[in-house]
C-alpha cells in the first residue's frame, strides 16, 4: 500500500474492507461467467493507467475510481461494497502499482 502513496485515511479504508473485497475475490473465482470479472477489471485497470499517465495523484484516482463505481454516496451498503470492490481490484493488482521486485541476496 505504501508503494502507492495512497493517504493514511484510504490505507485505512482498504484494511477495513478486506473482508468485502475477499467476497468479490470468491464471487468472481465462482463465477461461470469470467468474462464479466475480466471486463470489470480492465474497465478500472484502463482508466487507472488514464489517470496516472495525467499525473493525478493516488488519493485523487483513488476517488475518481469509486466514482466510477457508482461513488461513495447513498449509504453504507452501497460504500461497503463500492470500496469493497475497490479493496478486492487493488490487492489483484488491477488498479495501483505492485511494489518494485528487489533481488534476492
Do not use: W
Not at 484510504?10 to 474492507?17: A, C, E, F, K, V
Not at 493516488?58 to 466514482?67: A, G
Amino acid at each position: 500500500i505504501e508503494h502507492n502513496q495512497l493517504s493514511s485515511h484510504i490505507m485505512q479504508l482498504l484494511s477495513s474492507h478486506e473482508i468485502t473485497g475477499k467476497k468479490y475475490a470468491d464471487y468472481f473465482s465462482r463465477s461461470t461467467r469470467l468474462d464479466i470479472g475480466n471486463k470489470i477489471a480492465e474497465k478500472f485497470k484502463n482508466a487507472y493507467q488514464h489517470m496516472k499517465k495525467n499525473a493525478m495523484d493516488s488519493d485523487s484516482i483513488f476517488y475518481e475510481l469509486t466514482n466510477l463505481a457508482g461513488g461513495l454516496t447513498g449509504g453504507k451498503m452501497r460504500t461497503t461494497a463500492i470500496v469493497g470492490l475497490m479493496t478486492y481490484l487493488f490487492y489483484t493488482c488491477e488498479i495501483f502499482e505492485n511494489p518494485p521486485k528487489t533481488a534476492a541476496a
